[in-house]
Every structure is written in structure tokens, then in C-alpha cells.
């Protein structure tokens, strides 16, 4: 699974200082301080020192991803074989329904239960279909603020003031053809030095943590105060 297909990130990870900012000290009387002009002078930014992120490689790799998009597939077994139960239920009442000579009461309460147990299918097709989507929807968020806040962590011990985001392969080799105005809009960067890209620092300090939540077991709920 192309575990990146189901994730539209922002495309700016991280910015530590706004780049407009000058070395400038402000006049006299100017503005920046408030009606009098008395702030204080801004601190001037940091040598500029630009990082990159492949969001999508730490989808792919990142254990914590693969083990949710796991947990995903396996309920999605479970329910793929609850519904072929019912699949296989109504096609046993339409052969009972359409057995030549059956007893007109059988063959009416077969083609109530046939309409009974469509209902039901469609239902929860619809009911598993809304509960993925937002278990997706959530993990996506989760996940990706995690990843923004140990991008901003590993730039601030590093010095770096600028991290963006960053997509590798071309776009052609790309299975999913639909959307390519949007793929293209968030490839943010185009080219850059090796040296600049950080992904796999930051993937290695994710991996770690997450082995030390993994080894902490589940957190245990506090009790109501």
C-alpha cells in the first residue's frame, strides 16, 4: 500500500523565523512599539540555514503509520467477511424465493427477508465506509502533527530556520493518475542539495519514540476527579 495516496499535508512543515524580518533597527519614535513607538527593536533572524522533508517516505516507513494502515486492513477483512455472510444469506433466499412450485406464504416471506437483508448490507457498507473515513481522517491529523512537532524539535537543536516539504520520484511513475494540478501544486520544492534533505533524521527520531510508547504499553486512562 502506497500509504503517502492517503495523505494531503500542508505544504510549509515548519517556519522558526519570518524571513521578511531585516537587521534593522527601528527609528525613533516609529512604529513597531505600539501608539508611542517605544517597543522594543526586533531580533534579528538567524543566519538562514533551509532544510527538506519527504513527507511522503515518512508515511511510507514510518512503523507507527504501517501499524495503523495494518489495524485498518484487518477491519476491513473482518467486515469484507461479514458482508459475504449476508451475501451468501441472500442468495440462499432468492433460490428458496424462485424454487418452482414453492408455497406461495414461503415465497413471500423469503422476498420480505431478501428486501431485509439488502437493507442491512447497504447500511453498514455505508455505516464501514463513514467510520474509515474518519478513522483516516483523524490518523492523518495525529500523525502529522507528530511529525510536524519532531521536524520543529530536530531544527531548533540543529539551527536550521526554514524546513519545507519536499516529494521524490516523478510524477508520471505515480499509479494514481487522477489529480495531477494537485500533486503538482504541492511539490513545493523541485530541486535541492542532498545535504539539505533531513528526512531521514527525523524519521529515525520518530522510530525511536515511538519503540519507547510501544514498549511503555497503552496508557492507562486517569480516573474521573
Known amino acids: 500500500m502506497n500509504r503517502f495516496a492517503l495523505i494531503a499535508a500542508a505544504a510549509l512543515l515548519m517556519c522558526l523565523q519570518a524571513m521578511a524580518q531585516t537587521d ?54 473482518v467486515q469484507e467477511e461479514e458482508l459475504g455472510k449476508m451475501d451468501k444469506e441472500v442468495k440462499e433466499k432468492i433460490t428458496i424465493r424462485d424454487t418452482p412450485g414453492i408455497n406461495i406464504k414461503i415465497k413471500q416471506n423469503a422476498q420480505i427477508e431478501i428486501v431485509q437483508l ?69 511539490r513545493v520544492v523541485l530541486s535541492c542539495h542532498p545535504g539539505m534533505d533531513i528526512t531521514d533524521d527525523v524519521l529515525a527520531r520518530l522510530e525511536e519514540k515511538y519503540k519507547k510508547e510501544k514498549a511503555a504499553g497503552p496508557k492507562v486512562p486517569e480516573p474521573p476527579k
Open 24 to 77: 534593522v533597527a527601528p527609528k525613533p519614535g516609529g512604529g513597531g512599539g505600539g501608539a508611542g513607538g517605544g517597543g522594543a527593536p526586533k531580533e534579528p533572524p538567524p543566519p538562514l540555514k533551509i532544510g527538506v522533508v519527504d513527507l511522503s517516505k515518512i508515511y511510507d516507513k514510518w512503523a507507527k503509520v504501517k501499524d495503523f494502515t495494518d489495524e485498518l486492513e484487518l477491519q476491513k477483512k
Open 118 to 186: 439488502k437493507a442491512k448490507f447497504e447500511f453498514m457498507v455505508q455505516m464501514w465506509n463513514e467510520q474509515v473515513k474518519r478513522l483516516l481522517e483523524e490518523g492523518i491529523a495525529k500523525y502529522f502533527d507528530e511529525i510536524q512537532a519532531e521536524v520543529d524539535a530536530y531544527a531548533k537543536e540543529n539551527g536550521y530556520t526554514l524546513v519545507l516539504k519536499t516529494e521524490s520520484g516523478p510524477l508520471s511513475g505515480d499509479e494514481n493518475k487522477s489529480g495531477s494540478g494537485e500533486k503538482i501544486a504541492r
